[in-house]
C-alpha cells in the first residue's frame, strides 16, 4: 500500500508522509508452507469438523515439522467433489521459521513429505496421496505484536487527515479484530457500511453509534461500535 501511495504521489510535497511513515512500519508477516493432498481412499479422518490448530505449546520434539495447522479439506467442501476421497491441507512454518534464509526453507518436495510425516504421527494416515501440491505463501499472516491497536489507531488517524476520509483500509494487514477470514468479513463489512459514507441515513439502524461519533469513522481503518469507544476513552485518559 505504500508504494502505491508514493507511486501516484505526483511529487514530493504531495507525498502523504504520515501515513506512508506509518503503512511501512506495518512490515512484519511470516511465511507459510501450504501442502494440500488428496488420497483416493474416502474418510481417512475420523475426525468431523475443520481441522485443528497446533498450538506454541507443543514441544518441538511433538511437532519436528513446525506444523502450524491442519485442515480437513473435505469437510469444507462436502457435497461440491465430483471425485471420492479424502483432502487435507497441512499448514508448516509461520513464526517458527522466523529468521530462516532462503535455503533453510524446504522445497516442495520435502515439504510434501514433511506434511505425510505429521499427517502420520497426528492422524494414522499411512496412505499414498494420488495428488499432492506445497506452495510457499510468502508473508501470508500479518504478525500483531505489541501495542498493534495503537498503531493501527495512528495510522487510521493519519490516512483519514492525508485523503481527507477518502481513503479506507480493510483485510487482515490492517486488522483491529484478528487475521482469519471471518474477522476480514467483519472488516469488510465495517469499511462498507460507514467506512465509505455509503450507506448514509441508515448507518445509524445497523451500527446503533451515534451519528456524530461515526461520522469521525469515515475513511481510515473502520472498527466495532465498542472497540471505537473504548479507544476514544483510552484518548481522554492521556489528555
Known sequence: ????????????????????SRLKAQNY?????????????????????????????????????????????????????TAVGTKLTVMMGGHWWDGWTESDLPS????TLMARSLLKRHLGIDATPAVTRARLQRDAIPQYTVNHLVRMGGL?????????????????WYGVHGVG?????VQG???ATWGVDSLEGVKDLTT???????DEQVG??????????????HKVQKK
Open 156 to 172: 487510521s488517524d493519519a490516512i483519514r487527515k492525508d485523503f481527507d476520509k477518502r481513503l479506507t483500509l480493510a483485510g487482515n
Open 29 to 81: 508477516a511470516v511465511n507459510v508452507m501450504v501442502v494440500n493432498l488428496f488420497y483416493n481412499e474416502p474418510n481417512l479422518v475420523s475426525y468431523r469438523g475443520f481441522g485443528y490448530l497446533i498450538p506454541r505449546s507443543v514441544p518441538f520434539e511433538q511437532n519436528p515439522e513446525r506444523g502450524l495447522g491442519v485442515i480437513f479439506s473435505s469437510e469444507t467442501s462436502e457435497h461440491q467433489d
Open 208 to 214: 446503533g453509534m451515534p451519528g456524530d461519533l461515526m
Open 181 to 185: 477470514v471471518n474477522d476480514c468479513v
Open 220 to 233: 481510515g481503518i473502520p472498527t466495532s461500535t465498542k472497540r471505537y469507544l473504548i479507544q476514544q476513552a
Open 189 to 191: 463489512y465495517l469499511a
Open 1 to 20: 500500500m505504500a508504494k502505491l501511495i508514493e507511486a501516484g504521489s505526483q511529487n514530493d510535497t504531495s507525498k502523504p508522509i504520515e501515513s506512508i
Open 108 to 111: 516442495p518436495e520435502k515439504a
